[in-house]
């Protein structure tokens, strides 16, 4: 068995417990460890796996963009101890090992511990997974409680805040700035047509 802490990153706080030979990590919603896929830009959609070898834990980069750090230094292939991190990309997610015990078991299904404070990501009620709520916007579903989804998670502050700091401007901005570029055209062409 091995626990993990994530220290950084979107789910910062959260608890994870894996008995399980094989455990993806990455932004892809399928990966055992998920992270935002729009916060945590650092981790690639594959980033590592952690895999069971002799007796160990052993984490294994996956050819992620930015890399995959232990301790302060960039591995492709290195056995877990208890207290270790790892960073995905330099700045990005980190998970410490919180503990390791006995041999890695065979084919168990996943169990994940959160703190209180931290909500679960599900990635079967992902906004970005799911089908049909993708274009939703948030106004709009609040506003028709019956087409909710249960277990389907409103916007985040926090998670929003960190959107808006990495440069990724919301979408009011965009539609904004799209309007001052047609209203110039515009300005543009009646301006030529007159003279």
Do not use: C
């Not at 301790?71 to 990309?89: F, M, S, W, Y």
């Amino acid at each position: 068995m091995i626990r993990l802490r994530q220290t950084r990153g979107a789910d910062s706080g959260r608890e994870l417990e894996f008995d399980q030979d094989l455990i993806r990590i990455g932004r892809m919603p399928d990966s055992d460890v998920n992270f935002d896929p729009e916060v945590d830009l650092d981790a690639s959609g594959r980033h590592a796996e952690i895999r069971s070898e002799n007796g160990r834990y052993i984490l294994i980069d996956a050819g992620s963009r930015n890399g995959t750090w232990l301790n302060g230094q960039r591995v492709k292939h290195a056995a877990l101890r208890t207290d270790d991190e790892i960073e995905l990309g330099r700045g990005g997610p980190k998970l410490k090992v919180w503990a390791l015990q006995g041999r890695p078991g065979r084919k168990r299904t996943v169990s994940r511990t959160s703190s209180p404070t931290v909500p679960r990501r599900d990635p079967r009620f992902d906004a970005l997974t799911v089908p049909g709520i993708s274009g939703a916007r948030p106004e709009e579903t609040a506003s028709a409680p019956d087409s909710l989804t249960e277990g389907l998670r409103l916007p985040h502050p926090e998670r929003d805040s960190l959107r808006n700091r990495r440069g990724r401007p919301k979408s009011a901005v965009l539609w904004g700035a799209a309007g001052v570029v047609l209203l110039a055209a515009i300005a543009i062409v009646v301006s030529a047509s007159v003279q």
